[in-house]
Antibody, heavy 118, light 107 residues
C-alpha cells in the first residue's frame, strides 16, 4: 500500500518561494501521476499540478507562471515550488497520486499547513 | 476549465437516512468523476472513482452513478461516521477541478 509523507508546517514570507517535498513509500514514484492539491482555510480543494510517469508536467493555468513540480526517482520523492507567494497562497498543501490518467487522487499525504506572512 | 457544481450545498440528516448528493459538470466528462469524503481537520478520502467504482475498504452503503454531465452519490443508511463534506472531482480534462462540496451534518 503506497503511503505519502509530507514535512511539517512552515511559514513563508510574502514574495518568497514556497518549497514542499513528498516522500513516496511502498511503491515507485515513477509509476504514478504525482500531484499537488491545496485547500485554503475553510474553503474547497484546488488542483495545482502533476508530473506523469513519463516525466511530463501539467499545471493549473491559474498557477502555471509560478509553479514547478519535479520528482527525484532515485530518492522516491517529488516536490512543489511556488514562487512569489502572497497571502492568497495560505492553505494546507497536500501531495497525492493517481494510478491512471483518468483516475482519482489516492492516497493523500497528511497535508502541510502553509501560512504566508507579510 | 470544466466547472463542477454540487447540490445541495448543505443538508441536515438523521442516522439511517438515505442521502442523495448530486454533481454536475459544465461539459461532458464521460465517467471520469470521483467522490471524496472530508471530515474537519482531516485528509480527503477517495470513495468512488470512475463515477461508480467503490474504492477498497469503502462501505457498500456508498454508491455512485451517472455519466456525461450529471452524477449522483447515494449514502444508503447514514451512519454517525458519515457526517462530513463530500466533494466531486473531474479527471477528464486538465485542469482537474473539484466541486465546492456538499456538507452533511446531523439533524
Amino acid at each position: 500500500q503506497v503511503q505519502l509523507q509530507q514535512r511539517g508546517a512552515r511559514p513563508v514570507k510574502s514574495s518568497e518561494t514556497l518549497s514542499l517535498t513528498c516522500g513516496v513509500y511502498g511503491g515507485s514514484s515513477s509509476s504514478f501521476y504525482l500531484n499537488w492539491i491545496r485547500q485554503p482555510p475553510g474553503k474547497g480543494l484546488e488542483w495545482i499540478g502533476e508530473v506523469s510517469p513519463a516525466g511530463s508536467t501539467d499545471y493549473n493555468p491559474s498557477l502555471r507562471s509560478r509553479v514547478t513540480i519535479s520528482r527525484d526517482t532515485s530518492k522516491n520523492v517529488f516536490s512543489l515550488k511556488l514562487m512569489s507567494v502572497t497571502a492568497a497562497d495560505t492553505a494546507v498543501y497536500y501531495c497525492s497520486t493517481r494510478v491512471t490518467a483518468s483516475g482519482g487522487f489516492d492516497p493523500w499525504g497528511q497535508g502541510t499547513p502553509v501560512t504566508v506572512s507579510s | 476549465d470544466i466547472q463542477m457544481t454540487q447540490s445541495p450545498y448543505s443538508l441536515s440528516a438523521s442516522v439511517g437516512d438515505r442521502v442523495t448528493l448530486t454533481c454536475r459538470a459544465s461539459q461532458t466528462i464521460r465517467n471520469n468523476l470521483s467522490w471524496y469524503q472530508q471530515k474537519p481537520g482531516k485528509v480527503p478520502r477517495l470513495l468512488i472513482s470512475g463515477a461508480s467504482s467503490l474504492q477498497s475498504g469503502v462501505p457498500s452503503r456508498f454508491s455512485g452513478s451517472g455519466s456525461g454531465t450529471d452524477f449522483t452519490l447515494i449514502i444508503s443508511g447514514l451512519q454517525p461516521e458519515d457526517f462530513a463534506t463530500y466533494y466531486c472531482q473531474q479527471s477528464d480534462t486538465s485542469p482537474f477541478t473539484f466541486g465546492p462540496g456538499s456538507k452533511v451534518d446531523i439533524k
